[in-house]
């Protein structure tokens, strides 16, 4: 990896700068990619990609954060990051709080297409970095501009810095104050504070609580049911009682040579590969099928290639959903891929002549998870999966609970916490 080139601005600039860019993602911070011809954004651990955008304060963890551009030639891009409160709400913190080292940053690791019929620029970020480190836990954002536009975010994800200041037990049952092995998971659990002096367990800690990493499903809980000794009890709340819904589907495009799980044809179409998924059925009236999937993300591959990033090439995914067409309510594919967004882009189309919904999706090669949600016309409201998946209790989902600490008089969340439940 190239190391990072750093541009020296002055401080009055770097105010000015963290001032347009905390008001311009005042109402939005969720992850983005708002120029189109931006793809495959995702955060990683290098060592296993199955492990959520986490890392530990003052450890050796690392983050690599990716994505393409779809263009023959780079651009000269920056990025910074931003501290955010529990709410995803930029904090009161500024930069010399929450980071050590400069706060914009040139993205100098990039590298070209290899093999690819399209062709698209790759770019890399580790962090933390050799001049980039957080200096407090909590929530971060981190925006990708081109350095003579930095008004203009290219994209943001998101990424948790934790401390290791609450122990987390918890479990997840089918048997729910909403029913018993029914269509509901219910999550009981209890959090340990440790080295946390003089907080106050029912003004100065929120849990947040999501359901394989979609934002759509986050819970918060401002207080816990109840404090034993120092342990906060948060056990038979309606707050944590979520629709279980389905094992995620998995399709695997990984060679142009031959057709890989879930597909039933390909072929070269124009200027690109197209690929013909097997036609999926609704769910909702089948009996539970266990499958053991990774709960709504994806890898790029590709099989042949060296370093997969730069020879898997971008591909057309036809996917197809037999079901009939529902008047009140839109489908939307939805997983990792999509990042929690509900547009044009993931909504499926009723074809009225084949009697069943299609949508043509760009996906770099590798093995996917997705599955179909519905939300009303008006796009407004929470996803849900109940009319097109079904909800199983049996379904082995992955929930991911956030401890946050807001220290009396302080201008920022901390993040002492962070556990997985499965």
């Known amino acids: 990896m190239k190391s990072l080139k750093i541009k020296t601005v002055s401080s009055a600039a770097i105010w000015i700068l963290s001032f347009f860019c905390s008001t311009a993602i005042a109402t939005d911070t969720s992850t983005r990619i708002f120029n189109p011809n931006f793809r495959t954004l995702k955060v990683m651990n290098p060592d ?60 100098e690791d990039f590298a070209y297409s290899e093999n690819t019929f399209v062709h698209f620029v790759n770019y890399r970020i580790e962090f933390p970095n050799s001049t980039m480190k957080p200096l407090v836990s909590g929530n971060y954002l981190l925006q990708v501009f081109e350095s003579e536009n930095p008004d203009n975010t290219l994209l943001q994800t998101r990424f948790l810095v934790t401390e290791e200041s609450a122990a987390t037990e918890g479990s997840v049952s089918g048997r729910t104050d909403m029913g ?7 999550i009981d659990m209890s959090v340990t504070l440790r080295g946390i002096e003089n907080a106050n367990p029912y003004q100065d800690i929120t849990v947040s609580v999501l359901q394989n990493g979609s934002e759509a499903s986050r819970r918060t809980l401002s207080r816990p049911q109840r404090v034993e000794g120092g342990t906060l009890v948060f056990s038979h709340l309606p707050e944590l009682v979520f629709p279980a819904g389905n094992e995620y589907r998995r399709f695997e495009s990984i060679s142009n040579g031959f057709p890989g799980m879930g597909v039933d044809s390909l072929r070269f179409e124009g200027s690109n590969y197209h690929v013909w998924l097997k036609k999926d059925s609704g769910r909702a009236l089948r009996n539970y099928e266990y499958d053991r999937t990774q709960h709504g993300r994806f890898l790029v591959r590709e099989y042949n290639a060296t370093d997969s990033d730069l020879g898997a090439d971008y591909i057309t995914v036809h996917f197809m959903l ?47 998870n997705y599955r179909y949600v519905t939300l009303p016309v008006s796009g407004k409201g929470i996803p849900s999966s109940k009319l097109t998946e079904g909800n199983k209790f049996e379904t082995g989902n992955e929930y991911w609970v956030c401890v946050y600490y807001h220290p009396p008089g302080s201008r920022g969340d901390r993040l002492i916490g962070f556990y997985t439940i499965q």
């Open 48 to 107: 296993n990609f199955m492990s959520p955008p986490v890392i530990r304060l003052n450890s050796p963890d690392r983050l690599v954060i990716s994505f393409d551009e779809i263009a023959e030639d780079n651009r000269w891009l920056q990025y910074r990051i931003l501290h955010c409160n529990a709410d995803w709400q930029p904090s009161r913190l500024v930069e010399s709080e929450f980071i050590n080292g400069f706060n914009i940053c040139d993205i």
């Open 180 to 186: 018993h092995n029914t269509e509901w998971q219910q």
């Open 322 to 368: 037999d079901m009939p067409r529902l008047r009140d309510a839109d489908i939307y594919i939805d997983g990792e891929m999509t990042h929690d967004r509900f547009d044009s882009s993931n909504r499926m189309v009723f074809d009225s002549e084949a009697g069943l919904y299609r949508l043509e999706m760009p996906l770099k090669q590798g093995a996917y």
